[in-house]
């Protein structure tokens, strides 16, 4: 069983562009979260996606955008980058319908905008 | 909405010893999970352990226990004969049973375990 993995690991870019983050899933999960944890703080939830869909949005931007793939794997992308996006981005994979909850994190993508 | 709040920034002990790692949380929901994850320096989000509302009986899971004050809306977390390895972040958790697997996180408390 292969858990969540996240590329690239660093990644540094410049105020004004984009960037896409992504993320495989845990085997058998079927639903992907994904937070932003600013340096010092607890993570924060972005959105959701259940099946290919959008399930859910935290507080975040329209240029804040994700995919869902038919294996269930994720893109997190983020337009017009700004100063304040600097931070450690979180995917999660569950199974929705398990009940209890559980997520299990990826090591993360430390996201650098200068 | 839903708030976690952990009110100890940093706390230390003594490998060995017991620490114990606060935390409330403010919802009107009546079923929910709470948990308490680990970030040590290598990033990655580890679940330590998982309470649902509506067991009365506290988790434990090996070194880890909660005391869980329903009422209240306490959460607190006591690691017991800590080891140098447990030192990380320790972030509490809320999750809605009805929202699928969205997180709501407190702001950590980082442990040092002393030698």
């Known amino acids: 069983e292969t858990g969540v993995t996240q590329s690239p690991t660093h990644l540094i870019k410049t105020r004004g562009q984009q960037v896409t983050l992504r993320c495989s899933s845990q085997?058998?999960?079927?639903?992907v979260s994904w937070y932003q944890q600013a340096l010092g703080q607890g993570p924060q939830f972005i959105f959701q996606?259940?099946?290919?869909?959008?399930?859910g949005r935290g507080n975040f931007p329209p240029r804040f955008s994700g995919l869902q793939f038919p294996n269930y794997s994720s893109e997190l992308n983020v337009n017009a980058l700004e100063l304040d996006d600097s931070a450690l981005y979180l995917c999660?994979?569950?199974?929705?319908?398990?009940?209890?909850?559980?997520?299990?994190f990826g090591p993360g993508t430390r996201l650098t905008v200068l | 909405a839903q708030t976690v709040t952990q009110s100890q920034p940093e706390m230390s002990v003594q490998e060995a010893e017991t620490v114990t790692l606060s935390c409330t949380y403010d919802?009107?929901?009546?079923?929910?999970?709470l948990f308490w994850y680990k970030q040590p320096p290598s990033r990655q989000m580890i679940l330590v352990i998982r309470?649902?509302?509506?067991?009365?009986q506290n988790a434990t899971e090996n070194r880890f226990s909660v005391n869980f004050q329903k009422a209240a809306k306490s959460f607190s977390l006591k690691i017991s004969d800590s080891q140098l390895g447990d030192a990380a972040m320790y972030f509490c958790?809320?999750?809605?049973?009805?929202?699928?697997?969205?997180?709501?996180f407190g702001e950590g408390t980082q442990l040092t375990v002393n030698p």
């Open positions: 958790a809320y999750g809605k049973k009805t929202s699928g697997s969205r997180l709501t």
């Open positions: 999660a994979s569950s199974h929705a319908g398990q009940g209890h909850n559980e997520q299990f």
């Open positions: 085997s058998g999960h079927n639903t």
């Open positions: 309470q649902e509302a509506y067991k009365q």
């Open positions: 919802t009107s929901e009546s079923d929910y999970y």
């Open positions: 996606y259940y099946r290919e869909e959008e399930n």
